[in-house]
Nanobody, 116 residues
Framework: VRLVESGGGLVQPGGSLSVSCGAS????????MSWYRQAPGQQRELVATIANDRSTNYADSVKGRFTISRENANNTVYLQMNSLKPEDTAVYYC???????????WGQGTQVTVSS
């Protein structure tokens, strides 16, 4: 199983950024896909989840600003981040959780920095 995140970088406050995660070695379409983030000195937190029926859930801190989506045809999940704030700065991790598996699989993370 391999999850590879890409698209992180430096963006100014109020800007937008999109990160993506390509998966291999799994039956992507049946997995619950999630984005987590971890800021320095803080615990990893759930940002957004999209189920295999494409239903979504978001952390309160990103509702209305972030959008998670998936494209099963190319085994990819996306996170579109708008109106970014400095507190969104973190390493963003992709997670794939097959049915019945508690923790699932993780990518290596991609750094997102929001700063002027």
């Amino acid at each position: 199983v391999r999850l590879v995140e890409s698209g992180g970088g430096l963006v100014q406050p109020g800007g937008s950024l999109s990160v993506s995660c390509g998966a291999s070695g799994i039956n992507f379409s049946i997995n619950r896909m999630s984005w987590y983030r971890q800021a320095p000195g803080q615990q990893r937190e759930l940002v957004a989840t999209i189920a295999n029926d494409r239903s979504t859930n978001y952390a309160d801190s990103v509702k209305g600003r972030f959008t998670i989506s998936r494209e099963n045809a190319n085994n990819t999940v996306y996170l579109q981040m708008n109106s970014l704030k400095p507190e969104d700065t973190a390493v963003y991790y992709c997670n794939a959780r097959p049915p019945g598996i508690l923790n699932g699989y993780w990518g290596q993370g991609t750094q997102v920095t929001v700063s002027s």
